[in-house]
């Protein structure tokens, strides 16, 4: 895992409850729309010469929307366990390190702080929060490597 990717799973991290929230207003507005083409399908017209149910190329296409909404239903669960397992594993990673890399882990991702203003937070220079932030992300990105070596053999063992 390179330092990019590392720092895209603390961004993840930091951001997980925005990202979760964003995500089930997604899945909501996509279950009213099923609601709405369940409705369609279900509509009958009383009075109407020769009819007494909605039209078929109408049902149809009621039908294939709910089918497409609900694999994007499914695909949005998906990113939401994506998500979890990351929150998951850096919070587990985080159990790892001690209380200073924590802070600038917390205070860079959780509370969005420039380096300037973390430096000051933790009493070491700007450098110094450089060092310690380009460790910490060689170190999750071996913890990740371990978690998912680990997880693998647990597979195939």
């Given at each position: 895992m390179?330092?990019?990717?590392c720092i895209k799973m603390f961004k993840c991290w930091g951001d997980f409850v925005r990202i979760t929230s964003r995500l089930n207003d997604d899945i909501l507005e996509i279950k009213r729309l099923i609601g709405y083409n369940r409705q369609v399908r279900a509509m009958t017209y009383d009075g109407v010469p020769g009819s007494s149910d909605i039209s078929?190329?109408?049902?149809?296409?009621a039908i294939k929307n709910i089918e497409v909404y609900e694999?994007?239903?499914r695909e949005l669960e998906k990113r939401i366990g994506e998500v979890r397992k990351n929150k998951d594993l850096v919070d587990e990673f985080l159990l790892?390190?001690?209380?200073?890399?924590?802070?600038?882990?917390?205070?860079r991702y959780l509370r969005r702080k420039s380096w300037e203003n973390i430096s000051m937070n933790i009493y070491m220079s700007v450098r110094q929060c450089y060092r310690i932030h380009n460790k910490i992300?060689?170190?999750l990105g071996e913890y990740n490597e371990k978690k998912t070596t680990a997880?693998?053999?647990n597979i195939h063992g």
């Amino acid at each position: 895992m390179n330092k990019e990717e590392c720092i895209k799973m603390f961004k993840c991290w930091g951001d997980f409850v925005r990202i979760t929230s964003r995500l089930n207003d997604d899945i909501l507005e996509i279950k009213r729309l099923i609601g709405y083409n369940r409705q369609v399908r279900a509509m009958t017209y009383d009075g109407v010469p020769g009819s007494s149910d909605i039209s078929k190329p109408t049902e149809e296409t009621a039908i294939k929307n709910i089918e497409v909404y609900e694999a994007e239903i499914r695909e949005l669960e998906k990113r939401i366990g994506e998500v979890r397992k990351n929150k998951d594993l850096v919070d587990e990673f985080l159990l790892t390190l001690d209380t200073y890399d924590r802070r600038l882990i917390s205070l860079r991702y959780l509370r969005r702080k420039s380096w300037e203003n973390i430096s000051m937070n933790i009493y070491m220079s700007v450098r110094q929060c450089y060092r310690i932030h380009n460790k910490i992300l060689a170190a999750l990105g071996e913890y990740n490597e371990k978690k998912t070596t680990a997880g693998a053999d647990n597979i195939h063992g």
